[in-house]
């Protein structure tokens, strides 16, 4: 039997904490931990019932992980619950935030679940608390041949590591498998079937850590997609269109040795035990013109079952895939835009799934690409956890100015994040003709300049009255279209005056605000100084007759928005001066900020109508 050596790391972190002292009155009375190990990926479930046995009322829970788990944490989510058995129910998702706590020495990653109402003196609260792992488990020995089996580490406390002081506690344990080449036997201690069973425990003082191990046999996938690139492209011709690129590996005990084709074919389950052979995509209902390939072509080693809830799609590799061996591939498929693209509030959303369809993956680095029709602006993300952000330009057949992509990038990716996001854009649905349009107006010129160039002559003078009429439309034009660009730059400083509120709300810096409200007014008095020739040519030039009401119109608004934005700005930095509290500060500027959402909206539409005419 190979003997398990500890990790050192945890250890370190055992001895920093064990001396510090308790962070509060609260306590938990009962926490009862249940961690899968049936995969790859591990996934942790703590039921915690926390009670306050102090004066007074908390309002947080900290969560602490030791750096070297935390810095495989995925996912994390914390609920609360009440019943028991198949009455439990759960409420929403509590907020977490990450915190560093003064008066604990380093080595600890901690993170505050804000409880739903303060918890005062004798009260108590249940909280359900699920993390997510990967990376956790390490194949000991590190390298097999193709005939071992896999064996897995996983390496833990039997004692919850926790701030406040346990009541009573438990640890269970489930395995893949009844296949144990060893575990650390401590008191209460219980193996039976595949899971294996700490406790219960009581009077636990707070960090208190009891290292275990447990060496394993594991033949699960351990597919890890290293990178995996999903583009996401809407035609509003009815289809949205998915590709997904995968870079794949075994990321489970390296493979040495010669691998033996006959060998793996006669008896695969003895001779290729710790290889994959298949995954199985989720792919949403009503998926079509699905294919699978690599660098080759075509795979034709999948198969495809799908119903009214689902589609299910079964890929094989090219070869199976054994520890340390990569793969790439690609995944494409269509979904109707119906299902998956909505209307609300005058924008088009897209509310799609953002992880992988494959549940067996882990994915390092995720990459998701949302493709949007050109001329879509006004474009914003809304996500249910913390990604980054950027955008591209994408160029395809009959573009003009290209299609913005949305860019969203997140790392270690598990199912637990295969939720779904939206992308929220404006369109306007006469430029859903653009395209085709263009192909009729092309043709259509074409064989007209033909018979021009046959019939007429074109012979132009430069003193002719429509030659100077097309000139004084050309330089209105011009105009316009600087005019409209000195709008747009002032919408963007209201933006920006905008997002300094925000940036207050979070920071609490109002030197920083007013120094964005003085640089604001700087840049919007330079911009009223370029609009004064452009407006003295307009209310001149007798071409521009027909626009120049709207173009008037549009600067009074912008300029009450102005001064509207003005005074939001000034009363937000009054009441922060003041400390005001948050429900204060939303009365104040309640009814400004309803007039500054209608004077946006008649800026925009105005805008919209002098850039069509």
Known sequence: MRKVHRNPFLFIVCLCVL?????????????????????????????????????????EVLLPFPDVVAKNLAFLRVTTSEGKGKSKTSSSNLPLKAVNPDGFPPGLTWYAVSLPSKLGKGESLTLEVKAVFTHSLQPFPEKITQAELQLLVFQDSAHYLSPYSVEVQSLTVKLPEPKVEAYTKLENTKFSGSELKYGPY?????????????????????????????????????NVQVTEDYNLVHAGAQSIGEFSRLDYQARPHIRGASAFRNLVARLPPRAHSIYYRDQIGNISTSNLWSDAMKTLL?????????????????????LPLKD??????????????????????????????????????????????????SKETKFSHLDMIGRPVVVIEKKNVVPEHNQYFQVYYRFNSFSLLREPMMLIS??????????????????????????????????????????????????????????????????????????????????????????????????????????????????????????????????????????????????RVASIQQRITALRQEVDDLLEIIDEI
């Open 314 to 334: 079964e890929i094989e590799p090219r070869y199976p895939m054994f520890g340390g061996w990569k793969t790439s591939f690609t995944i494409g498929y269509g």
């Open 442 to 587: 092309g043709f259509f010129f074409f064989f007209l300049a033909c018979i021009i160039y046959m019939h007429a002559d074109l012979t132009i003078s430069k003193s002719s009255a429509s030659y100077l009429a097309k000139k004084q439309w050309d330089e209105v034009q011009t105009v316009i279209q600087q005019f409209l660009n000195i709008m747009n730059r002032c919408l963007t400083i209201h933006d920006k005056l905008e997002a300094s509120l925000r940036d207050l709300s979070r920071t609490g810096d109002v030197q920083a605000c007013k120094a964005a409200r003085k640089a604001a007014d700087a840049v919007l008095k330079e911009l009223s100084k370029e609009l004064k020739p452009l407006l003295s040519f307009l209310q001149s030039s007798p071409q521009a007759a027909p626009i120049f009401p709207k173009v008037e119109e549009v600067v009074a608004k912008e300029k009450e928005l102005q001064e509207k934005l003005m005074v939001k700005h000034s009363t937000v930095i009054d009441c922060y001066e003041k400390k005001s509290g948050g429900r204060d500060i939303e009365n």
């Open 202 to 238: 009581q009077n636990i003082p707070p960090f208190s850590f009891q290292h275990i191990a447990v060496h394993f046999v594991s033949n699960k996938p351990f597919a890890v997609a290293e990178q995996l690139v999903r583009e996401i492209e809407i035609s509003h011709w009815g």
């Open 340 to 389: 998956f693209l909505f209307r609300s509030e005058g924008k088009r959303f897209l509310n799609i799934s953002f992880g992988s369809p494959i549940s067996d993956v882990v994915v390092d680095k995720l990459i998701v690409k949302v493709v949007l029709p050109e001329g879509s602006k006004d474009i914003s993300v809304s996500a249910p956890f913390t990604v980054s952000e």
């Open 19 to 59: 001396s510090s002292s308790v962070l509060s009155d609260l306590i938990i009375s009962k926490a009862d931990r249940k961690i899968d190990l049936t995969s790859q990926i591990v996934r942790s479930t703590i039921t915690l019932k926390v009670e306050n046995s102090g004066n007074d009322p908390a309002s």
